[in-house]
């Protein structure tokens, strides 16, 4: 199909939308994507049940008929990985649109993702989360959201985003550049990770060719209480950080790893700065500067709460 404006041919877009659980955001984040100011014969929207316990498979039930929603169910809990490999595998379009499903689309996010990736040179680009109206906003909230990190820091969204700003949460891919790396490793399945680990892949094949597109948003519907958070931090630098940095040398820069006092080969004062951030002392006086100071300073009490997580779970594992 062309566009009448200007005579342009729309890309057949997949969609692919893995869900676990997710009986509070589904049918918000499924109207969102059926509501998209893009042609309803140029893309597809693939659903993969990840093996849910709550009600998101009946309420994806009422889209078994549906000519624009292909819903694929996993027998059990396999992971973001194999959930999103699912959905590669049985996707049509010649670009994959990856949004997870407490996601609520930007009616535009479908032309924005096509669009920023016609542009010569790119293979993948990534959107911007924003908070739902019905998240309570403390202060680890603000921080995700309100505070300029992760590709938000780049002031020109014309140029390649590095490595660790590249997250699959809310993201387009060509497919091509699938065939050349491979799908997201199933071996990791637990929280986090996979993205990162599919990222170094990709950038070792186009290091130049990742975007960030700030018009390309979305409403998050998923509120992660912090102390929470640092739970799920710990869990992820204990069981995928490993596998991650056994793969990829240069997943050391993004996660603290240089300052790993379980490494080896890391220099001495690097080991022990790491050792002193890595302490129960350090983490409760980190708990305690985020709770007593204001939003935007508290910035610095979470950094070093996450560094604290980060290096104490990886040498946890490594010295069992």
């Known amino acids: 199909m062309k566009d009448k404006a200007n005579g342009r041919a729309f890309p057949f877009l997949s ?11 589904m049918e918000e984040c499924l109207q969102s994507l059926v509501n998209q100011n893009y042609p309803r014969d140029r893309y597809e929207i ?17 889209y078994n008929r549906s000519k624009l929603i292909r819903v694929i169910h996993h027998d059990k809990n396999r992971g973001l990985a ?14 994959l649109v990856f949004i997870d499903s407490d996601m609520i689309a930007d009616k535009n996010f479908l032309l924005y993702s096509e669009s920023s990736l016609s542009r010569a040179g790119t293979y993948g680009v990534v959107g911007k ?32 985003i590095p490595l660790k700003y590249f ?22 399945q637990k929280w986090g990770g996979e993205d990162n680990e599919l990222a170094c892949r990709i950038f070792k094949v186009h290091p130049q060719g990742q975007f960030y597109c700030p018009k390309m948003t979305a409403l998050h519907k998923h509120y992660r ?11 992820f630098s204990r069981y995928n950080l490993p596998i991650l940095a056994e793969k990829h040398s240069e997943i050391t820069d993004i996660y603290y790893l240089k300052f790993a006092f379980c490494n080896r080969n890391n220099p001495f ?5 790491g050792k002193l951030i890595s302490t129960t002392f350090i983490r409760e006086i980190g708990l305690f500067l985020y709770d007593i ?13 996450i560094a604290n997580r980060l290096l104490k779970g990886y040498c946890d594992e490594a010295q069992k």
């Open 293 to 305: 100071l204001p939003f935007l300073l508290s910035n610095a009490a979470i950094k070093l709460l």
């Open 269 to 273: 004062l690097y080991k022990l700065l």
């Open 46 to 62: 693939i659903v993969v049940n990840d093996g849910s316990t709550d009600r998101t498979a009946d309420i994806l039930q009422k």
């Open 15 to 25: 969609v692919i939308v893995p869900a676990y659980n997710s009986q509070f955001s």
């Open 82 to 95: 194999a959930a999103r490999n699912t959905g590669i595998k049985n996707s049509n379009g010649d670009i």
């Open 167 to 188: 997250i699959l949460g809310i993201s387009a891919v060509k497919k091509e550049v699938i065939r050349e790396v491979g799908f997201f490793d199933e071996s990791i």
């Open 129 to 160: 989360r924003l908070p739902h109206p019905s998240l309570p906003m403390d202060k680890y909230q603000k921080y995700r959201y309100f505070s300029k990190i992760g590709a938000e820091k780049l002031k020109d969204p014309k140029k390649p």
């Open 225 to 235: 209480p912090f102390k929470d958070e640092l739970n799920n931090i710990y869990n």
